[in-house]
């Protein structure tokens, strides 16, 4: 009220559990949201209680397929497909990764679709990849494309969890982990945490990347 906003009704919904259906239907007609139950989507990712499941991350292959599959019929260069591959293929999974952990089956399947595009291999065209991937991912500034090496990504996207839980603390979500998992350590101490706390899959995957954040922080 006071940013004078307006909540948007056709990208709101409504989840109820353990609720009768004439008072999901009450309290619908209400505040004026659209039931909807689990499996949604909020930000374009799955909402579902087990993020490892492979149905969370087919969303996403499909997606990548879709986009090689319309690409093929064009006749682009390898710079194009470069460009494509590294502003496209590359981000579009970039806030599930940024938050859920990668399944390694989904991971080689997205390098691999990354791959074959750039290379221009299909069903029909059996080409070989010039450069190793490994080599293609290293920075321009060593010669190389300077894509991005999912599983290098996914290692520091989790540490970045980490370091904003540290700097951000007065953020509603990184005052509930402060409640949750160690509300006995200082700010400043607690960037060095050693003891091994399990959590959520957010958590768990801020917390087995922290020692990125440890290493290069003083």
């Known amino acids: 009220?006071?940013?004078?906003?307006?909540?948007?009704?056709?990208?709101?919904?409504?989840?109820?559990?353990?609720?009768?259906?004439?008072?999901?239907?009450?309290?619908?007609?209400?505040?004026?949201?659209?039931?909807?139950r689990?499996?949604?989507?909020?930000?374009?990712?799955?909402?579902?209680?087990?993020?490892?499941?492979?149905?969370v991350w087919e969303l996403v292959i499909n997606?990548?397929?879709?986009?090689?599959?319309?690409?093929?019929?064009?006749?682009?260069n390898l710079a194009g497909r470069l460009v494509l591959t590294k502003f496209v293929l590359q981000s579009i999974p970039i806030f599930m990764v940024s938050?859920?952990?990668a399944l390694k089956g989904a991971m080689k399947q997205r390098i691999s679709i990354q791959r074959d595009f750039l290379w221009c291999k299909g069903k029909e065209n059996k080409k070989w990849a010039l450069v190793a991937w490994e080599k293609i991912c290293k920075p321009k500034t060593h010669g190389d494309l300077g894509l991005d090496?999912?599983?290098?990504l996914n290692k520091v996207l989790g540490?970045?969890?980490?370091?904003?839980?540290?700097?951000?603390?007065?953020?509603?979500?990184?005052?509930?982990?402060?409640?949750k998992y160690e509300n006995n350590w200082q700010d400043?101490?607690?960037?060095?945490?050693f003891r091994?706390?399990?959590?959520?899959?957010?958590?768990?995957?801020?917390?087995?990347?922290?020692?990125?954040?440890?290493?290069?922080?003083?």
Do not use: C
């Open 99 to 101: 938050t859920l952990p």
């Open 149 to 152: 090496d999912l599983e290098v």
């Open 159 to 179: 540490a970045k969890l980490w370091w904003r839980w540290i700097k951000d603390s007065d953020a509603p979500w990184a005052q509930i982990w402060n409640l």
């Open 63 to 76: 997606k990548l397929q879709d986009k090689t599959q319309k690409w093929t019929s064009r006749s682009l």
């Open 196 to 218: 091994i706390i399990k959590g959520s899959h957010i958590w768990n995957k801020a917390w087995e990347n922290r020692s990125i954040a440890q290493k290069n922080s003083f």
């Open 38 to 55: 689990i499996q949604s989507k909020y930000l374009r990712v799955l909402l579902i209680d087990k993020p490892l499941n492979k149905i």
């Open 188 to 193: 400043n101490d607690r960037i060095r945490m």
């Open 1 to 36: 009220m006071a940013a004078g906003i307006e909540v948007s009704l056709s990208k709101s919904k409504i989840f109820f559990f353990n609720t009768n259906i004439a008072i999901q239907r009450n309290i619908s007609r209400i505040v004026g949201f659209q039931r909807d």
